[in-house]
T-cell receptor
Framework: AQSVTQLGSHVSVSEGALVLLRCNYS??????LFWYVQYPNQGLQLLLK??????LVKGINGFEAEFKKSETSFHLTKPSAHMSDAAEYFC????????????FGQGTELSVKP | DGGITQSPKYLFRKEGQNVTLSCEQN?????MYWYRQDPGQGLRLIYY???????QKGDIAEGYSVSREKKESFPLTVTSAQKNPTAFYLC??????????FGSGTRLTVV
């Protein structure tokens, strides 16, 4: 069975600092990996995804993530945090035989201090 | 523009009432999903449908019902059997393995 673990339910950074949100997955077949962002009282918005090919994936708002098979990880990073990055972030996994159904992590709330 | 629309944005339910949350998409996606979100509990899958006239229970289906009579529509009914329905409900759709497109959510409150 597939699963996703997001390390840290809450992460706090200073404005301008590096953002690192951790995601580890479990999958017996090659995974498809996703990061979503959710602002208060809104739906989730896709930040980036990895399906095949290049393991470093660039997304919207300056975020990127690297698929590391050996570490079963897909950590999300951004070099310099902005106040507008404060939100909840969800990592998710799927694979080719799941019919597109995603398994979500528990989410990480990112706070950005001025 | 293509998208997924949930309505209403806010909904109030009295004890013992059934209420229906609407979810419509014009993305031509085959699959649709309903999630419940409570503070600190992430997303929990209620029901999903991968094809018209077929749907499957998710992890927390008790007290909920759905239908999928049209590809574009996947309404969720919260029945009186659901004892703690106050939550934020999210609908999503997908095609193949390209990830989900989410609606903007419905916040349901019991009064």
């Amino acid at each position: 069975a597939q699963s996703v673990t997001q390390l840290g339910s809450h992460v706090s950074v200073s404005e301008g600092a590096l953002v690192l949100l951790r995601c580890n997955y479990s999958s017996s077949v090659p995974p498809y990996l996703f990061w979503y962002v959710q602002y208060p009282n809104q739906g989730l918005q896709l930040l980036l995804k990895y399906t095949t090919g290049a393991t470093l994936v660039k997304g919207i708002n300056g975020f990127e993530a690297e698929f590391k098979k050996s570490e079963t990880s897909f950590h999300l990073t951004k070099p310099s945090a902005h106040m507008s990055d404060a939100a909840e972030y969800f990592c998710a996994v799927s694979n080719y035989n799941q019919g597109g159904k995603l398994i979500f992590g528990q989410g990480t709330e990112l706070s950005v201090k001025p | 523009d293509g998208g997924i629309t949930q309505s209403p944005k806010y909904l109030f339910r009295k004890e013992g009432q059934n209420v229906t949350l609407s979810c419509e998409q014009n993305l031509n996606h085959d699959a649709m999903y309903w999630y419940r979100q409570d503070p600190g509990q992430g997303l929990r899958l209620i029901y999903y449908s991968q094809i018209v006239n077929d749907f499957q229970k998710g992890d927390i289906a008790e007290g909920y019902s759905v239908s999928r009579e049209k590809k574009e529509s996947f309404p969720l009914t919260v029945t009186s059997a659901q004892k703690n329905p106050t939550a934020f409900y999210l609908c999503a759709s997908s095609i193949l393995n390209f990830g989900y497109t989410f609606g903007s959510g419905t916040r349901l409150t019991v009064v």
